[in-house]
């Protein structure tokens, strides 16, 4: 159960309800988030909500039967929408695109990037600082300077930064050069880093695990939110099976399944998805077809020079030759 809890609630009229609770051996967990205040309340014995929904300084009351209460569309029908600012939103009846480098390599590079945006109308530039790689010797990213550099090309343009956290110690540094925190496939379960960006006002996009379920991924995101932050984005990036023909199985059920399971926006990536960039445009395109909210993809000027995933990065004309046909794509009735 979910009970949503006035603004105006006093410190006796709190007690009171918690008191009512737990005699009926409920445990309840105290959830203050930048937009309302719930308590998460789990218990076997059966109560009538409307004893509860009646009782001063109650807002609303739901009864939610998945595990994971918070980012379950049976509490919140209606679909969330983060806004970034400066006209920037994602969710609702927009898509939205975020693209950039797999790693930000030099200034000239993002300079060339950023233009390309700029040109195609992106507001959101995708590019990785700390690079969890497979091997020690793979570069493994630029770090906080890079990011500063990025910072320093993007915002004069309104252009927003999302790019990968790996550990609690990064996101202070971070924080002011970031609009929004992704949590990459081999941390959506490093319950630590998920605990600590519950507690940052600042948008959190969860990556599907290499081998996760879709049930993982929203407990993963669950955690965010049950710290207080509910400014979540849920990301389908593929997932590891035995086929060896691409690098991952994009799973593209599961973006189905996510809009009906949570009301949190739905990002895919289809660069991650598949591994291999004649295939990233298509399943782009897919994605939107079957309700994605966004897509993430990876683009370079010379993807054959990348320091790291070439293989998977669209060229500029690629990129730009996708995003015309998003924008024809939206103004047909095939997402409608």
């Known amino acids: 159960m979910i009970i949503q809890l006035s603004k105006s609630i006093s410190g006796d009229q709190r007690k009171h309800l918690c008191d009512v609770l737990t005699q009926n051996k409920y445990n309840l967990t105290d959830v203050k988030t930048q937009a309302e205040n719930y308590l998460v309340c789990i218990g076997k014995k059966e109560i009538d909500i409307r004893t509860i929904g009646n009782m001063a300084g109650v807002k609303d009351v739901h009864i939610v039967s998945d595990d994971y209460k918070l980012v379950s569309r049976k509490w919140k029908v209606h679909n969330t929408t983060i806004d970034l600012g400066d006209g920037v939103s994602i969710g ?39 690079k969890p790689r497979s091997s020690p010797y793979a570069f493994r990213g630029a770090g906080v300077e890079g990011l500063k550099m990025m910072y320093s090309l993007c915002a004069p343009h309104g252009i927003k930064i999302i790019t990968e956290v790996m550990q609690v110690s990064q996101i202070e540094e971070m924080m002011p050069y970031v609009d929004i925190f992704q949590v990459g496939a081999r941390n959506s379960q490093n319950f630590n880093l998920l605990d600590a960006l519950g507690e940052v006002d600042k948008p959190v996009l969860i990556k599907r695990g290499i081998s996760g379920t879709i049930e993982e991924l929203l407990h993963s995101a669950e955690y965010v939110f049950s710290k207080g932050n509910e400014k979540l984005l849920l990301c389908e990036r593929g997932i590891r099976t035995f086929e060896t023909a691409y690098r991952n199985t994009f799973d593209i059920n599961a973006i189905q399944v996510l809009k009906e399971k949570s009301h949190l926006p739905v990002i895919a990536d289809p660069s991650h998805g598949v591994g291999i960039r004649n295939y990233v445009s298509k399943l782009a395109l897919a994605s939107i077809i079957s309700g994605a909210d966004g897509v993430i993809y990876e683009v370079h000027e010379k993807p054959e020079e990348a320091l790291s995933d070439g293989q998977q ?24």
């Open 313 to 336: 990065t669209l060229n500029f004309l690629e990129s730009e030759q996708l995003v015309d046909k998003i924008n024809k794509l939206l103004l047909s009735d095939i997402c409608s």
């Open 92 to 130: 609702g009846n927009d898509i939205s695109i975020m693209a950039g480098p797999c790693s930000v390599e030099s200034d000239e590079q993002m300079q060339t990037i950023v233009e390309h945006l700029i040109k195609n109308k992106i507001r959101i530039m995708r590019g990785g600082v700390f």
